[in-house]
């Protein structure tokens, strides 16, 4: 039997329903994020608490309130002349003739009558709009206040691209590191995992600092770590599966146009890589380098550079050069390296080490993602037009920093904005995890699928990343009110409502063994069935 609260006494569909509350219910219990069922008479509604308020039935008490020492008659007028209100914001309309078959509810169309009463939800309620956790259910934690295990369907979730926003220290690592577990368990994508901080690979940190595993220890036989800092992993004690060098030839035009505000270059040194590349090739990198400067000037008079963009480029150019995982040549090809391991099912984490600079970062991630995607245009159109041939796996490509690569200037420039944009429509979608969602461009974040966001202090942030959601107002009060760490707020595809929630505990012996590789799921019917045949 759930606990009754009270009643609706007023409200529309627009902006929510009021509640007034019992004269046994404290005012004081109640909290914003909590959910309620409220029983019409026609249909049952799941909804959030989403604001909190003190009435009065006459305005003169509040001028003449009890004083400090009537406890008797502060006593007497609670509940009668002084009351609590609750307002909740329904989302979803569940059991009767009104939900779906699965069982997971309709969004709601109307408002419940005058006087219905209203109930705390129970872990029944919740379980059924979020399923229990099966072979495409993960558990990724409570939401606050209770004790039911909130589910997300993982192969949804990898349908779109995805993001993780909060200010530093929220837990966004944390929580990436449970759902990358959770796809690595439930969902047929891999993943590609752009490590710039090496927390994902074999060992990361807490939020208390402690180490912790990574995706390598907990699923061995599942994730490759590659590296750029062979000697860094070396002194951390990780075992890694590659060393990764790239090679001048491999750098091309659109790559540096990229890093244009990151290596200080001017509009015409980013258009002169171009020219360059049209008149040396492939070694249009070493090319340039080399140049004497003799030779410059008939050259670039040749090429219609001028003197001073080249020479702010090579200056750009000498910094990408002095990154040591950077070489005159590759002895191999890291994209076909990278592509021959998702293609057998293995997720690749590629660590940074020591090199975190954001302009190794950019240049990285946005160079093998390119080419990448490429290779997965190609297999899928070709898939499209021979049924014989097989669609490439599902692949996740995670970044942090996202604005870095995502806002207005430049996310028309980059592979990444063209992922989020299309949809998944090659079979690559995005996890992105940021601090600062103001910065990604307006129409790339409209394209996330699924948001998650820790809590924020910038207004702006705020605003964009509740942009274009229904009932903004009341997720910002929300949003407002999560803890400073270790709370969330998560809405979008993947889930039919939105969820204030504590993530799950990672980093201890149970957490381990519910997550590592072998935890064994049952088997589905249809599976052993397939399997004897």
Known sequence: MTERLGMVVGGSLDKGVDIRLDSAISVEDMAVGRYVTIEGQRRRFLGMITDVLLGVTDQQMTLTPPGAGESFLTEVLTGTGTYGTIHVTPYLTIGGSAANVLGEGEPVKTVPSHFAPVNLAAEADMELVFGKEDQKRFWIGNPLDMETRLCLNLEEYVKRSNGIFGKSGTGKTFLTRILLVGMLQKSRAVNLIFDMHNEYGWAGTSEGGKSVKGLKQLFPSKVAVFTLDEENSRHRGVSTDFVVRIGYDEIEPEDIALLRQTLNLTELAAEAVYSLRRHFGRNWLQASLEMKDEESADMLEHLNIHESSFQSLRRGLQTITRLPFVQPKAQENIVSRILAYLDQGMNVVLEFGRYRDITAYILVANMLSRRIYAQYQERTEKALSDEKIAKPVPLVITIEEAHKFLNPEVAGKTIFGTIAREMRKY????????????????????????????????????????????????????????????????????????????????????????????????????????LFK
């Open 427 to 530: 079979n690559v979608s995005l996890l992105i995890i940021d601090q600062r969602p103001s910065g990604i461009d307006e129409e790339v974040l409209s394209q996330i699928g699924t948001k998650i966001t820790y809590l924020l202090d910038n207004e702006r942030d705020v605003d964009s990343v509740l942009s274009g959601v229904s009932g903004k107002t009341a997720l910002k009060s929300v949003l407002a009110r999560l803890a400073p760490r270790q709370q969330a707020l998560i809405f979008g595809h993947a889930v039919p409502m939105p969820v204030a929630f504590q993530p799950r505990e990672y980093g201890s012996a149970q957490s381990y063994k519910e997550f590592s590789e072998g935890r064994a799921e049952a088997p589905a019917p249809k599976d052993i069935e397939d």
